[in-house]
């Protein structure tokens, strides 16, 4: 079987890692637009890093009035946790020779003003009653919360009424650092081809079953043949979902989304004293993506802050793709769900265009006015942030991911975004379970699943306290994060 993957993000060489490890036989060949993989949202500043644990971020735990839902949380919460599993296992086998080329023990913090604090102590009363959460802290104290986060608290007056809850066992996550990895393994294995530096133009399906993918390679047009198809591009699924003439397609359309960062080095000893990610609470009509988070980054060997993201309105699909292809990407089914979306939406579309004429002056002020003191502190330079395409479905915008499928299964795809990146393992082995459930059949392939993910059942995970401790504990030993 032929196996083709259009994309060398996390999600696509994360796909093609599992199925290879599954079937060691199976041909697969992955296609990038990009020089390498992790070219593009999957980099290592175009997101925040997060491991998603739901520790921190408010947008997993919406409230009604004095009701909080923390059913989405606690998903999030274990598909993190499979995920772990999964790059304990390429630890183990020797694929990621140091774990701590990727991940990093981090504090997640929630840090709220006076018109959250209600809402973040009903938010740690529900929680810390899970067996996921119960190491989280809650405070008032501002000595305290200094402990936790001290360049928030610099310069903050003794007056302000504050809020925050800690937990210590959270992650930051170099997404590029271990999609390279896994790449260069599969680059080493037998029957796997990546071509890099190749834009699909056109997919479709040919008289015979197979798809068809129409591709440009430094000026050359090339053509692929795929058996089964998996695209995990991005932005770039829309257009070539669109092109794949699959009744699905109308239901579907994009609404792009950008972002900046606030970037600074900083030296060993303030990244020792700053060990956290620390998110707050999102201005009214801000879509969830733009919750402000102040960020201690690992990467390249150096320390970083991280501050955002700003959000910005570019209508395009991905980093460094133009307008007009996102105009070719459109159909006419899809004006209809746009100008519902406008419709609906119209305060984040304004909020949108006004953020992206932001400049840095009024950045450094939404810093100062989340962290007093900071903005003097380091020497902030304004970075680009990656692009997300959010679902638009029937109509509706929608947060999140999906998996789409074709009714004979040869064609899947992924759309959407966050938690995206810190959830991939577990997304794409749903994925392929969905759409080549034969490579899940046989006492080797279950063996060999038992070994990447002892515990993938979510909601064993959920329930049972005493089976997700010893996986947690068994991958964070493994990871070096215990």
Request: charged letters at 25%.
């Amino acid at each position: 079987m032929n196996v083709v993957i259009v994309g060398a993000g996390i999600m696509g060489v994360t796909y093609a890692t599992l199925a290879k490890e599954l079937a060691p036989d199976l041909e697969i060949t992955i296609i990038e637009r990009l020089s390498g993989p992790a070219r593009s949202n999957s980099s290592v500043f175009n997101n925040a890093g997060t491991g998603h644990e739901a520790n921190c971020e408010l947008n997993y735990t919406p409230v009604d009035e004095e009701e909080i839902t923390v059913e989405k949380a606690l998903t999030i919460h274990a598909q993190f946790n499979v995920a772990k599993q999964f790059w304990a296992y390429l630890v183990e086998r020797g694929i990621i020779k140091d774990p701590g080329c990727f991940i990093h023990r981090t504090k997640h913090c929630t840090l709220v003003g006076e018109n959250g604090i209600d809402m973040l102590k009903l938010r740690f009363d529900e929680m810390s009653r899970h067996h996921f959460f119960d190491g989280m802290q809650y405070s008032e104290d501002h000595d305290k919360i200094r402990e936790w986060i001290p360049f928030t608290m610099e310069k903050r007056p003794a007056t302000d009424r504050i809020a925050a809850t800690m937990i210590d066992s959270g992650t930051d996550v170099n997404f590029q650092a271990v999609t390279e990895e896994m790449a260069e393994y599969l680059r080493r294995k037998e029957g796997v081809k990546i071509h890099y530096g190749t834009h699909v133009k056109r997919v479709h399906k040919s008289p015979t079953g197979r798809w068809l993918l129409e591709t440009e390679q430094r000026g050359e047009d090339i053509q692929f043949k795929a058996d089964v198809l998996f695209v995990g591009a991005g932005g770039g699924a829309f257009p070539l979902l669109k092109l794949s003439h699959l009744p699905v397609r109308a239901r579907f359309a994009g609404f792009p989304v950008g972002g900046r960062f606030l970037l600074a080095k900083i030296e060993e000893d303030d990244a020792k004293r700053y060990s956290a990610k620390t998110y707050g609470k999102a201005k009214v009509g801000a879509p969830p993506m733009s919750v402000p988070h102040l960020d201690l980054r690992a990467a390249n060997g150096r320390h970083y802050l991280l501050f955002g993201p700003f959000a910005t309105f570019m209508p395009i699909l991905e980093k460094g793709r133009g307008f007009f292809e996102y105009l070719q990407a459109m159909r006419m089914h899809d004006i209809p769900n746009l100008l519902n979306v406008a419709r609906e939406h119209f305060p984040l579309v304004k909020y949108l265009i006004g953020e992206t004429f932001l400049g840095k002056k009024k950045m450094l002020e939404e810093l100062e006015s989340f962290a007093p003191g900071l903005s003097q502190k380091f020497d902030w330079q304004v970075v680009s942030a990656g692009q997300r395409v959010q679902i638009i479905k029937d109509g509706d915008l929608q947060m999140g991911t999906e998996i789409v499928m074709s009714e004979d299964k040869s064609y899947g795809t992924l759309l959407g975004a966050s938690p995206g990146a810190s959830v991939s393992p577990e997304v794409m082995l749903r994925a392929l379970k969905e759409q080549m459930p034969m490579l899940f059949e046989g006492p080797e392939a279950e063996a060999k699943l038992k070994e990447m993910f002892p515990v993938s059942d979510l909601k064993l995970l959920a329930k049972d306290a005493k089976s997700y401790k010893k996986i947690r504990d068994r991958v964070n030993k493994v990871l070096k994060i215990a």
